[in-house]
Nanobody
C-alpha cells in the first residue's frame, strides 16, 4: 500500500508563491502517473496537474497553466507542485494522488476515479 503525505500549504497573499510536497512511503509508485487535485468545501475534487513517472509529460488545468509546475523526484519518492502568482481563487485543500496508469488521453488523466491512493490534503489559503 502506498501512503502519501502532503506538506507545504499555508496562508499567503495574492501574488505569492508556495511549493507543495508529496512524499510517498510504502510501495514505490514506480511506473505510475501522479496528480495534484484540489477541492473546496462542498465542491467536487478537481485535477490541477499530473505527470508521468518519467516526468516527460505533464497535464495542467487551464486555470493554472503558466503559473503552476508539477515535478517529481523518483529517487526520493516525492512529487512537487510549484505554485506561483497565487490568486484568491486558488484557495482550496490540495491533495496528491497516485494513478493506476502510466499515461493516456486527457479524458483518462483527468478522471478522479483512476487515482487510487490519496494523501490527507494540505490547506492553501490565498488572501487578496
Amino acid at each position: 500500500q502506498v501512503q502519501l503525505v502532503e506538506s507545504g500549504g499555508g496562508l499567503v497573499q495574492a501574488g505569492d508563491s508556495l511549493t507543495l510536497t508529496c512524499k510517498s512511503s510504502g510501495r514505490p509508485f514506480t511506473g505510475f502517473a501522479m496528480g495534484w487535485f484540489r477541492q473546496a468545501l462542498g465542491a467536487e475534487r478537481e485535477i490541477v496537474a499530473a505527470i508521468t513517472y518519467t516526468g516527460d509529460t505533464t497535464y495542467y488545468a487551464d486555470s493554472v497553466k503558466g503559473r503552476f509546475t508539477i515535478s517529481r523526484d523518483n529517487a526520493k519518492d516525492t512529487v512537487y507542485l510549484q505554485m506561483n502568482s497565487l490568486k484568491p481563487e486558488d484557495t482550496d485543500v490540495y491533495y496528491c494522488a497516485r494513478g493506476n496508469f502510466e499515461w493516456g488521453p486527457t479524458s483518462l488523466v483527468t478522471r478522479t476515479s483512476r487515482y487510487v491512493d490519496w494523501g490527507q490534503g494540505t490547506q492553501v489559503t490565498v488572501s487578496s
